[in-house]
């Protein structure tokens, strides 16, 4: 069976906005984030506070989330690699931050400059001081399936990790393909391993990057399994600049399209939504990779 409602988890403004190679200005992207809530999302990621020579693209994080302080009802996490992005997130009022770990040696060392364990050494007191504060804590998990160095990840690797980051006290999990080359029955193997390891249903999101156009039919497993986060970034905007071949998150519009579909409730109005990423994808220059959005708009 599907649930009757699904959480979108929207990454668009992060997830998107990083992989840019312009800088786009902090007032559109304040804009973005404003139209997102209006269109009902309730969780919209807003930024990270890493390294700003990591990522330049995201280097106006502190100009950007006081920006969203008139927004209500609508969780703002952000990503925090280390203490030293906690300090900065919560001396801004941040209330929901994500720690990022890998479950391969290669992604740890191209994305944190760390091994697998020495990350997790790292994300241990950002996890314990942000849970002391009450924040909500996002563990996530990149190369849950494949990694663009390593090949094919084995779903034993993903689990010892996934249960290190619960161990810390992450109050959920994503697992993120992130450069797309999960397939159905790849996702239902993971989940299987993770339910048999003891890491509850209830605590996973799924985080697709849609390289292979599959990650629709990859959500729709996840569903079938009892997941009910899904990530997801308007039109499709997306990638890691420290993973080459990872192309944009599956599209907020096709998963709102398809769960519309099958009477699964997201409470986002679609319409808003195609706006707010056309409206988007004018500033960026170029129209944007979302079939449903094209449909939609009939450019
Ligand atoms: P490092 O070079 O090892 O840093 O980078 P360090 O710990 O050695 O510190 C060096 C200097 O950086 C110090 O300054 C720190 O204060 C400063 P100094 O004392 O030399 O003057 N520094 C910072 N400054 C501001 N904010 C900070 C910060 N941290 C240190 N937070 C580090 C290690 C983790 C910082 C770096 O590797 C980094 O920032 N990485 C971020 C990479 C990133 O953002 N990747 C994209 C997000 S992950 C993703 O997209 C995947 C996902 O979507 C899921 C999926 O698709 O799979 C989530
Ligand atoms: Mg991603």
Same mark, same amino acid.
């Given at each position: 069976?599907? /649930?009757?409602?699904?959480?979108?988890?929207? &990454?668009?403004?992060?997830d998107?906005?990083q992989n840019?190679?312009?800088?786009?200005? &902090?007032?559109?992207?304040?804009?973005?984030?404003?139209? *997102?809530?209006? @269109?009902?999302?309730?969780?919209?990621?807003? #930024?990270?506070?890493?390294?700003?020579?990591?990522?330049?693209?995201?280097? $106006?994080?502190?100009?950007?989330?006081?920006?969203?302080?008139?927004?209500?009802?609508?969780?703002?996490?952000? *990503?925090?690699?280390?203490?030293?992005?906690?300090?900065?997130?919560?001396?801004?009022?941040?209330?929901?931050?994500?720690?990022?770990?890998?479950?391969?040696?290669?992604f @740890?060392?191209a994305n944190?400059?760390? #091994?697998? $364990?020495?990350?997790? @050494?790292?994300?241990?007191?950002?996890?314990?001081?942000?849970?002391?504060?009450?924040?909500?804590?996002?563990?996530? +998990?990149s190369?849950?399936?494949?990694? /663009?160095?390593?090949?094919?990840? /084995?779903? =034993?690797?993903?689990?010892?990790?996934?249960?290190?980051?619960?161990?810390?006290?992450?109050?959920?999990?994503? *697992?993120g %393909?992130t450069i797309?080359?999960?397939? =159905?029955?790849?996702?239902?193997?993971?989940?299987?391993?993770?339910?048999?390891?003891?890491?509850?249903? $209830?605590? +996973?999101?799924?985080?697709?990057h %849609?390289?292979?156009?599959?990650?629709?039919?990859?959500?729709?497993?996840?569903?079938?399994?009892?997941?009910?986060?899904? $990530?997801?970034?308007?039109?499709?905007?997306g990638g890691c600049p420290f993973a080459k071949s990872a192309?944009?998150?599956?599209?907020?519009?096709? +998963?709102?399209?398809?769960?519309?579909?099958?009477?699964?409730? #997201?409470?986002? %109005?679609?319409?808003?939504?195609?706006?707010?990423?056309?409206?988007? @994808? %004018?500033?960026?220059?170029? /129209?944007?990779?979302?079939?449903? &959005?094209?449909? *939609?708009?009939?450019?």
């Amino acid at each position: 069976g599907l /649930p009757p409602r699904v959480r979108i988890y929207e &990454v668009g403004a992060r997830d998107g906005l990083q992989n840019e190679s312009a800088v786009v200005p &902090v007032e559109v992207k304040a804009e973005f984030v404003h139209r *997102l809530a209006d @269109a009902g999302l309730t969780t919209v990621e807003a #930024t990270s506070f890493v390294h700003p020579k990591w990522v330049p693209q995201l280097a $106006d994080a502190a100009e950007l989330f006081p920006m969203l302080h008139d927004i209500r009802g609508v969780a703002l996490p952000v *990503l925090v690699p280390n203490e030293r992005g906690l300090d900065r997130a919560l001396g801004l009022g941040v209330r929901s931050v994500a720690v990022f770990g890998s479950a391969t040696e290669s992604f @740890a060392k191209a994305n944190l400059n760390r #091994t697998v $364990d020495e990350s997790l @050494a790292m994300f241990a007191p950002v996890v314990a001081r942000a849970k002391e504060r009450g924040l909500r804590v996002r563990g996530y +998990l990149s190369m849950c399936f494949g990694d /663009p160095w390593e090949g094919p990840v /084995p779903v =034993p690797r993903v689990v010892r990790v996934a249960k290190a980051l619960r161990d810390l006290g992450c109050d959920e999990l994503s *697992l993120g %393909d992130t450069i797309g080359v999960a397939t =159905p029955g790849h996702v239902r193997a993971l989940l299987a391993g993770l339910a048999g390891a003891g890491v509850p249903v $209830d605590a +996973l999101g799924v985080h697709f990057h %849609d390289t292979y156009g599959q990650a629709l039919a990859n959500t729709l497993a996840a569903l079938q399994h009892g997941v009910t986060t899904v $990530d997801a970034s308007a039109g499709g905007l997306g990638g890691c600049p420290f993973a080459k071949s990872a192309t944009g998150n599956l599209a907020t519009e096709d +998963l709102v399209w398809m769960l519309r579909g099958l009477g699964v409730e #997201t409470g986002v %109005d679609l319409g808003r939504l195609v706006a707010t990423s056309t409206w988007m @994808a %004018d500033r960026l220059g170029r /129209p944007s990779p979302s079939r449903t &959005v094209r449909a *939609l708009t009939h450019k």
